[in-house]
Nanobody
C-alpha cells in the first residue's frame, strides 16, 4: 500500500502563489508516476500535472502550463506543485495520486492510491 498525504493548501488572492506538497509513505518503490488532480464544487475531477519518479518527465494540462510547476524529491518521497499567478478558476480541492504505470498522465483510472485532498481557494 502507498499513502499519499497532501499539504500546503490555503486561501490567496488572484495573482498569488501556493506550493502544495505530497508526501508518500508505504511501498513507494512500487509507484512510477505521481499526479495532481483537482475537483471544483459541482465539477468533475480533472488532471492538473504529473511527474515520473525515475527521470522527472512532466506533463501538464493546458490551463496550468506556464503557471504551475511539478517537481520531485525522491530522497524525501515528496512531490511538489508550485502554483503561481493563481486565478479564481483554480479554486478546488487538490488531490495527490500515485500510479504504478510509468506512462500514466491524465487518466485518473491508472492511479491506484489517492490522498484526502487539500483545499485551494483563490479570491478575485
Amino acid at each position: 500500500q502507498v499513502q499519499p498525504v497532501e499539504s500546503g493548501g490555503g486561501s490567496v488572492q488572484a495573482g498569488g502563489s501556493l506550493r502544495l506538497s505530497c508526501a508518500a509513505s508505504g511501498r513507494t518503490f512500487s509507484t512510477s508516476v505521481i499526479g495532481w488532480f483537482r475537483q471544483a464544487p459541482g465539477k468533475e475531477r480533472e488532471f492538473v500535472a504529473s511527474i515520473r519518479r525515475t527521470d522527472g518527465w512532466t506533463y501538464y494540462t493546458d490551463s496550468v502550463k506556464g503557471r504551475f510547476t511539478i517537481s520531485r524529491d525522491n530522497a524525501e518521497n515528496r512531490v511538489y506543485l508550485q502554483m503561481n499567478n493563481l486565478k479564481p478558476e483554480d479554486t478546488a480541492v487538490y488531490y495527490c495520486a500515485a500510479s504504478r504505470y510509468s506512462s500514466s498522465t491524465y487518466n485518473s483510472r491508472e492511479y491506484a492510491y489517492w490522498g484526502q485532498g487539500t483545499q485551494v481557494t483563490v479570491s478575485s
